[in-house]
């Protein structure tokens, strides 16, 4: 058992006793949602946040909690509920983030670590705001222990063993992410929403997911934390994909993944320059005006058009060997024959480069579908 594992035991027999009253599993919509968190939530939260504050260690890190922060406060307004949203960071090397009751959050160093880019970091802290708006928390303990919504927080309102027990089931579902697929799908989506009005990439959220599946596979031994119990990860990031594909945004994943970026390379013992794709050249010329010219427009229209999703067919060469020929990335021309200044590198070479380079980024992230 890891350390994050036995913890987790050690709080949950501390929370354990007590039997519950069985009734009707509530559906995800049958809460209303009021205005503000409920004084049910408030305990709850409280008392189950002190016992993981007891067993972790909170990191004071400016930065980091600066970073979270601003994320919080850009996605906190889109919420349907007006909660006082309150993340923690964790240190610990467990890749998760999860929410209790009312808006209380934390989000580990693992998951810090892990996470390339803001949108993907927006994209876990989005899913984690939409389950404490929905309340997701206590539905899910409400359905594991049988009990009704109105009996949950009868519950959580005593003393005695039953808000030990409802502690306990809700300590687990957190920092286990032991959500029933509805309701994770349900954060998925209105986690996209809320971060699509916020002005971030919301492509963040699937390629998070498809990276948590990778990191699973790789390491099934590594408690991944967020995913812990979710045999149903392909199902949700099918979701996750339909649901952005039905609201018209395209699904480039580089930008959320932080690769395929351009750049304009001098190459000082050799006079030349370079136009590199995450760091590896692609193209070589001279070190002179127009060849620099000709590369910082090209390394443009690479960031716009060549995406992970290009298929290699349409990185073609049209005309090739002749003085009209010219490069394309689908219909967008990139580079034509008689632009190039003396001593450039022929455009078969540039797409060669491109697609040795595309592939090997491709490589880094292969559970994607990219040809969807």
């Known amino acids: 058992m890891g350390r994050a594992a036995a913890c987790l035991a050690v709080l949950i027999f501390a929370f354990s006793s007590g039997e519950a009253a069985h ?3 509530p559906s995800v919509s049958e809460d209303a949602a009021p205005s503000e968190a409920t004084p049910q939530e408030i305990k709850l939260s409280e ?3 002190a016992e993981i504050e007891k067993n972790w260690t909170i990191l004071v890190n400016p ?13 906190a307004p889109q919420m349907e509920r007006r909660l006082n949203y309150d993340v923690s960071i964790l240190d610990h090397k467990m890749v998760n983030a999860f929410a209790l009751a009312g808006g209380k959050m934390y989000v580990t160093t693992g998951m810090l670590d892990f996470v390339r880019t803001d949108a993907e970091l927006a994209g876990v802290i989005a899913h984690e705001m939409v389950h404490a708006d929905k309340k997701h928390v206590i539905i899910q303990s409400a359905r594991n222990n ?3 919504l109105l009996a949950i927080a009868a519950a959580i309102a005593s003393k005695g063993n039953g808000a030990a027990m409802i502690a306990a089931n809700v300590l687990q579902v957190a920092v286990m992410g032991a959500y029933s697929i509805d309701i994770e799908k349900e954060a998925d989506a209105l986690g996209i929403d809320a971060l699509m009005r916020a002005g971030y ?3 963040g959220m699937l390629t998070l997911q498809e990276r948590l599946k990778e990191e699973r596979l790789k390491r099934p031994e590594i408690n991944p934390g967020i995913y812990q119990t979710h045999p149903e990860v392909d199902e949700r990031i099918a979701a996750a994909e339909k649901y952005l594909t039905d609201h018209d945004v395209p699904i480039f994943r580089k ?3 932080g690769n395929l970026r351009p750049s304009v390379e001098e190459i000082a013992d050799e006079g030349a320059l370079s136009l590199a794709v995450d760091g590896e050249p692609v193209w070589r010329g001279r070190d002179d005006e127009p060849t620099r010219d000709l590369f910082g427009r ?3 229209d690479l960031w716009e058009h060549l995406q992970l999703e290009t298929v290699p067919f349409d990185m073609r060469v049209n005309g090739e060997g002749g003085p009209d020929a010219a490069f394309f990335i689908k219909a967008k021309r990139i580079a034509a024959q008689k632009e190039l200044p003396e001593g450039t590198e022929s455009l078969a070479a540039l797409r060669n480069s491109l697609q040795d380079v595309l592939n090997k980024a491709r490589g880094s992230h292969p559970m994607a579908d990219y040809y969807k």
Do not use: F, Q
């Open 146 to 148: 049988r009990m009704t």
């Open 63 to 75: 930065a980091h909690k600066a970073k979270v922060e601003t994320i919080v406060g850009r996605l």
């Open 47 to 49: 008392r189950v946040s």
């Open 201 to 203: 990439n919301p492509v």
């Open 298 to 300: 090209v390394a443009s």
């Open 23 to 25: 009734a009707a599993s």
């Open 255 to 257: 930008y959320a993944l």
